[in-house]
T-cell receptor
Framework: GAVVSQHPSWVICKSGTSVKIECRSL??????MFWYRQFPKQSLMLMATSNEGSKATYEQGVEKDKFLINHASLTLSTLTVTSAHPEDSSFYIC????????????FGSGTRLTVV | AQSVTQPDIHITVSEGASLELRCNYS??????LFWYVQSPGQGLQLLLK??????LVQGIKGFEAEFKRSQSSFNLRKPSVHWSDAAEYFC????????????FGAGTILRVKS
């Protein structure tokens, strides 16, 4: 089946630094990828939709300058948390949408970001 | 606005007992519906999905779900729960008119007692 690889699985960074998270579709091409944020004991909140070769579409309230998304190829999307602060600490999950009539969404295993 | 409601935050069932997790949605068109399972600190695994056709959908791990348009529901069921089913379950609606985003319910945490 479809596999999405997300790296790193966890990262600790100092406040003020930037962190890049990668999301790769391993065995299919994903023209659309999605980035979610999940707070402890809460549901997934969609941050942005990443479209290959074009600018990402951010959800209301998400700072596009803080959460930079790049989708330069059909198999790779990256999320960069710039000038990270402790309040950015969270679990970030990516998802890639498969093509076809009965499309599905495959999720990465998530990245636990801790900003100290 | 589109929304997904999972009214039960926690559910506890005995191992071997049957399970039903409720999901109601609010969406104007025919929905694309999904159930996912998440273990702590992990991503989401697809259990099953509904797009059209037979309203009773079979998924992995012995799960099934039934789409009831009249009730705007897509409840997840399993006839006999195993201890390994303990996890958090999310219902989601796919929105093709809105860039194919998924809207998730709040999730239901399933506890299995032996």
């Amino acid at each position: 089946g479809a596999v999405v690889s997300q790296h790193p699985s966890w990262v600790i960074c100092k406040s003020g630094t930037s962190v890049k998270i990668e999301c790769r579709s391993l065995d299919f091409q994903a023209t659309t990828m999605f980035w979610y944020r999940q707070f402890p004991k809460q549901s997934l909140m969609l941050m942005a939709t990443s479209n290959e070769g074009s600018k990402a579409t951010y959800e209301q309230g998400v700072e596009k300058d803080k959460f930079l998304i790049n989708h330069a190829s059909l198999t790779l999307s990256t999320l960069t948390v710039t000038s990270a602060h402790p309040e950015d600490s969270s679990f970030y999950i990516c998802s890639a949408r498969e093509q076809g009539v009965n499309y599905g969404y495959t999720f990465g295993s998530g990245t636990r970001l801790t900003v100290v | 606005a589109q929304s997904v409601t999972q009214p039960d935050i926690h559910i506890t069932v005995s191992e071997g007992a049957s399970l039903e997790l409720r999901c109601n949605y609010s969406y104007g068109a025919t929905p694309y519906l999904f159930w996912y399972v998440q273990s702590p600190g992990q991503g989401l695994q697809l259990l099953l999905k509904y797009f059209s056709g037979d309203t009773l959908v079979q998924g992995i791990k012995g799960f099934e779900a039934e789409f009831k348009r009249s009730q705007s529901s897509f409840n997840l069921r399993k006839p006999s729960v195993h201890w390994s089913d303990a996890a958090e379950y999310f219902c989601a609606v796919g929105l093709p008119e809105y860039g194919n985003k998924l809207v998730f319910g709040a999730g239901t945490i399933l506890r299995v007692k032996s």
